[in-house]
């Protein structure tokens, strides 16, 4: 599976941005989605997941929760990153990753479980 990422820019506080993640090589509909960053100076860290389950359960880490939105569209074999009132904070390069199957409830969180990555778009949140 390759992934490819991008949405990313320079945008101000409080704006919204949407990041796309395409998959080619194969359907990614058994696949367990996920979105990291790495912010300036920062380990890099889960932002969200969705798993492959048919209801798409996702989860969140607690500085996104209620701003973002994670989604996926198994036809075009994209997952999505809805950005809203984005923060100075938020400024990272994000990178969409993968594995296949897991747990139907609960995207894994640790970056070494992902088998496969997309490269990273910047995103930039000028205050």
């Known amino acids: 599976v390759q992934l490819q990422a991008s949405g990313g820019g320079l945008v101000q506080a409080g704006d919204s941005l949407t990041l796309s993640c395409t998959a080619s090589g194969e359907t990614f509909s058994g696949y367990t989605l996920a979105w990291f960053r790495q912010r300036p100076g920062k380990e890099r860290e889960f932002v969200a997941g969705?798993?492959?389950?048919?209801?798409?359960?996702?989860d969140y880490v607690d500085s996104v929760k209620g701003r973002f939105t994670i989604s996926r569209d198994n036809a075009k074999n994209t997952v999505f990153l809805r950005m809203n009132n984005l923060k100075s904070d938020d400024t990272a390069t994000y990178s969409c990753?993968?594995?296949?199957?897991?747990?139907?409830?609960?995207?894994?969180?640790?970056?070494?479980?992902?088998?496969?990555w997309g490269q990273g778009t910047l995103v930039t949140v000028s205050s």
């Open positions: 990753a993968a594995y296949f199957g897991g747990s139907r409830y609960y995207p894994k969180r640790t970056s070494e479980d992902y088998r496969y």
């Open positions: 969705v798993t492959w389950s048919g209801g798409g359960d996702t």
